[in-house]
């Protein structure tokens, strides 16, 4: 198992390898002159050729190219020209932020989506197949952005139920001491419940957010592969045997449907991971997102280069998670060590 | 028959709502097994055969009910009962053994656990030997090393160990009535034969009554005390099985007896009286065909008998000689298949598995070969690398005195020799893309290799063809899953001679198909070869089919030819051990009085 691990982060490398080529000739192909944007527009053609030069614009590609490597072989992500920080760290301090918000979106989504599925599936035609259909229809059809404001109008504005949209934390409380980075869980291990509760009021709306949109393709994966196990001769061959329903539809259906909604939850887990930068603007969010697409903006390039790669690798690590838990569902994909 | 038969099934009607009405399956059956009596139900595809045992059990889809009738199981009436007392029937008091043995267990369940579920669901047994409790009955279906079998998965078991684990799934209960739906369809003769002898030897120790389904005739006269034979959801006919065949009374069942292919009868015979008169066919639309077609005129005369060998062939070089033909294949397991996919690590093992182990035959001008063997005997390798879809490890293939052997399979598709060597494939409905109509299938081969131009050529020649296969040509606009399976069949034999190929590789063309449709496609491709000049190299596991079509057999076995030579021959006086154990595994259904 741990060689098969070892060999999947080998095999992981050459890609590694692509990305930060891609990327690194991705952002010198975008318009935009870095220089002159830091320069500012009142600056003189001397003056944005100095920064051009302080920043190490006006060497060849190549050497550009290998200067950054080597950055990046001694973990060194640069600096922000933005915010003056090290990308390192702010990914550090942002990553958290959006994996925490993803997740639990996540998990409030698949533990409605699943069991929705799931009956659905079961009772063709019934309300709940109708209740299903409306519910995927409209968390596709619903962009984030609206669902967000929706619930911030209602839940904040109207209600006055959850405190106002700002951030991970209510400004009278500060962050817990960092172990995992994740409030919630840093706050339970240092047993400040009262910033626990405020973290998570924090985090319900948005993550409410993120598990409507998420809802529909695991709601609709679950259904249709759910159908299609319940068609298969070996549950035909279950209920002649006269197992009970719910025998039937867990052991012998669910399991094997599980597999295609495993790899659609990966999919909808790393799209929201690094997608989900509307909800983070909606909700003030300091997560990994907008932190990249503010610097996209501003053609700052050692934050967008950082993030694609802090993708990539998470995606690669995704992606071997996944791969086990086929293993573990599936004898037929069960790894050899 | 004893006063209170265990089942009683009395004037059923199953009826399925569609989105075209409601659809009778069943109408009107009657059927009663006494205690320890073994009933065959035969029928066609759609004769409601499956639907009348699936009612039974109540185990209809969603969309099929009981509609009228009664079904009484020792006292208990079915159609009345709950669904909790049904439970405690299905698996306890009735079970059921499928088609299909791979996908009738669950594949990431091991089968130890399969067992016991359905041990536990009728509380057979203490929770503390009910591992004990499954491996026994592993055991009994003589499973090998059934303490190890416990922990596998069904797709590290053979077809018809997976046969074996269904029957131990559905008799570890102790139920009194067995429901067999096609029990062997899908496996090689002699292990249809071990799985058949095992079933009756369990279920007539435990003085189990069994309904055994088939469209085999054959089967259902040698394992059946009697036998109900349905048709289009009705039941025509209900004998004692030594009787039905002897003095069969029903024009369907006649019509049965007739198409299945069996000892002492050729072709023709296996054909509707009526049908035979209309034939044959052929020369009249062969006519309106090209010159490439020119045996038409000598070629009615040998359609009549199939065993004619076309004169002066042993003379020229054969069409097809293939030597010392060698496959081998990385050995693996299903699961380093995969992990191969997902480029997870390279096989550590170089071991090689001989899929074909140096094999040479030849096929003539003319000639129709059968090539003979059970699941794994490598005769579709051997095809597929004929037909250049598969690269040989080593080995001659030459085909009209041209070597193919060394065209790599890729630049095969591109050579004018494409043309002479066609395929008709064993699924008639997975061989057909789904969204092209009939006509555009056939015209496939043309439109890729062909010389027809122009839409109105094409669609003449299409047609042209089509009347040659006897499919009507108002059907050509259609889509396959608006054919019949013979229709279908038809298209597929349609399109693999629109090029007028020298050679054609019929892979199982009929295994998929009901006896009556099977007797006319047969006919069809006999016609056809004497007709067109073509040669067939006849992929089949079905002895008597190959006896009836084909002038040489080849019986395969592991990769190895283990005998060869004229079919009347090999099949009437096998010298291989092997040929014999196949020819005795084969069930024979009494020949019918003339």
Redesign the interface.
């Known amino acids: 198992m741990l060689t098969?691990i070892g060999?999947?982060l080998m095999?992981a490398i050459p890609s590694l390898i692509g990305v930060v080529i891609v990327t690194f000739l991705l952002t010198r192909a975008l318009p935009g002159d870095p220089a002159a944007y830091f320069a500012g527009p009142a600056a003189s053609k001397e003056a944005i050729e100095q920064i051009r030069k302080k920043l190490g614009f006006d060497k060849p590609l190549i050497e550009q190219f290998l200067r950054y490597a080597n950055d990046l072989a001694h973990g060194d992500f640069g600096t922000s020209l933005t915010t003056g920080q090290p990308v390192a760290t702010e990914i550090r301090n942002r990553l958290p932020a959006s994996a925490e918000l993803t997740l639990l979106g996540l998990i409030v989504s698949i533990t409605i989506a699943i069991p929705l599925g799931v009956l659905a599936a079961t009772r063709?035609g019934s309300w709940i197949d109708h209740l299903c259909r409306v519910t995927t229809t409209a968390g596709v059809s619903l962009p984030v952005f609206f669902t967000g404001l929706v619930l911030v109008y209602v839940f904040y504005f109207r209600l006055g139920w959850s405190p106002a949209p700002l951030g991970r934390l209510d400004v009278f409380y500060s962050a817990p001491p960092t172990v995992t980075g994740l409030y919630l869980i840093d706050a339970l291990i240092a047993r400040e419940f009262e910033t626990f509760r405020s973290a998570l009021s924090q985090l319900i709306l948005p993550a409410a957010t993120l598990a409507i949109f998420s809802l529909a393709p695991i709601a609709r994966m679950t259904r249709a592969s759910m159908l299609a196990v319940l068609?298969?001769?070996?549950v035909?061959?279950?209920?002649?045997?006269?197992?009970?329903p719910s025998?039937v539809i867990v052991?012998?259906a669910f399991?094997?449907a599980m597999l295609p909604v495993i790899t659609t939850l990966s999919m909808v887990f790393s799209f929201l991971l690094g997608a989900n930068v509307l909800v983070e603007k909606v909700f003030a969010w300091p997560g990994i997102g907008s932190y990249a697409v503010e610097a996209l903006i501003s053609s700052d390039f050692a934050p967008v280069q950082g993030f694609v790669l802090t993708m990539a690798v998470m995606y690669v690590l995704l992606n071997l998670v996944i791969?086990i838990l086929y293993g573990v569902?599936?004898?037929?994909?069960?790894?050899?060590g | 028959m004893t006063a209170q038969p265990l089942l009683d099934v009395h004037d059923l009607t199953v009826e399925f709502t569609t989105r075209r009405g409601i659809v009778k399956a069943v109408q009107h059956v009657n059927i009663s097994v006494a205690k320890g009596e073994t009933l065959g139900i035969v029928g066609e595809s759609g004769s409601g055969k499956s639907v009348t045992s699936y009612a039974v059990m109540r185990i209809l889809d969603r969309a099929g009910r009981i509609a009228d009738g009664s079904v009484m199981f020792s006292g208990i009436d079915v159609k009345a009962a709950s669904e909790n007392e049904m439970r405690d029937l299905r698996g306890r008091e009735i079970s059921m053994i499928f088609q299909n043995p791979r996908a009738a267990l669950n594949p990431i369940r091991k089968v130890g656990d399969q067992i016991e579920d359905v041990l536990r669901q009728h509380v057979q047994s203490a929770a503390s030997d009910r591992g004990e409790k499954a491996i026994e009955a592993l055991e009994q279906v003589k499973i090998a090393r059934p303490r190890e079998r416990y922990h596998a998965y069904p797709f590290e078991l053979s077809g018809g160990m997976c046969q074996r684990v269904v029957i131990a799934l559905a008799l570890a209960c102790n139920p009194q009535l067995l429901i067999a739906d096609e029990p062997t369809t899908g496996l090689d003769v002699t292990t249809q034969k071990a799985v058949m002898d095992l079933i009756v030897e369990l279920t007539k120790r435990r003085h189990m009554s069994t309904i055994l389904i088939t469209h085999d005739l054959g089967l259902a006269a040698a394992y059946c005390d009697r036998v109900v034979v349905m048709e289009k959801g009705r039941v025509v006919e209900t004998a004692k099985s030594a009787n039905i065949f002897a003095r069969p009374e029903h024009a369907y069942t006649k019509k049965l007896m007739r198409a299945t292919p069996r000892l002492g009868v050729s072709l023709r015979d296996l054909l509707p009286e009526e049908e035979v008169l209309a034939s044959p066919r052929t020369p009249a639309v062969m006519a309106g065909l090209d010159p490439a077609i020119h045996h038409s005129s000598e070629g009615s005369s040998k359609a009549m008998d199939p065993r004619v060998k076309p004169a002066g062939d042993e003379t020229k070089s054969p069409l097809l000689l293939v030597e010392k033909l060698v496959k081998e294949y990385p050995r693996q397991g299903a699961g380093a298949v995969l992990s191969k996919l997902f480029s997870r690590k390279p096989p550590v093992e170089a071991e090689v598995f001989r899929a074909v182990d140096g094999i040479s035959f030849t096929v003539g001008h003319g000639e129709s070969v059968g090539l003979v063997g059970e699941s794994g005997c490598g005769k579709s390798t051997t095809s597929m690398m004929v037909m250049r879809l598969l690269d040989q490890t080593s080995g001659r293939i030459a085909f009209d005195g041209e070597e193919i052997g060394a065209i790599l399979p890729q630049a095969f598709a591109r050579l004018p020799l494409r043309k002479s060597i066609q395929m008709v494939f064993q699924d008639p409905t997975d061989s057909l893309n789904p969204r092209f109509t009939a006509a555009r299938a056939i015209a496939d081969p043309l439109l890729q290799l062909g010389d027809v131009k122009g839409r109105d050529a094409l669609r003449a020649r299409c047609e042209k063809l089509a009347g040659l296969v006897g499919l009507p040509v108002d059907l050509l606009d259609r889509f396959p899953h608006q054919l019949s399976g013979g229709q279908k069949a038809r298209v597929g034999i349609a399109r693999a001679i629109a090029l007028h190929p020298k050679l054609v590789i019929l892979d199982e063309p009929t295994a998929a198909l009901d006896v009556s449709v099977q007797a006319v496609v047969l006919n069809l491709l006999q016609d056809l070869k004497a007709s067109m000049g073509m040669s067939y190299l006849f992929v089949s596991h079905d002895l008597n089919v190959v006896r009836l079509l084909c002038d040489r057999v080849i019986v395969m076995r592991a990769g190895r030819i283990v005998e060869q030579g004229p079919s009347e021959r090999v099949l009437g006086d096998p010298q291989d051990a092997y040929t014999k154990e196949l020819l005795t595994a084969i069930p024979h259904p009494p020949l019918p009085v003339h």
């Open positions: 098969m060999k999947r095999f063709p068609a298969s001769d070996f035909r061959t279950a209920r002649a045997s006269g197992l009970s025998t052991t012998y399991r094997n791969d569902i599936d004898p037929r994909v069960r790894l050899e």
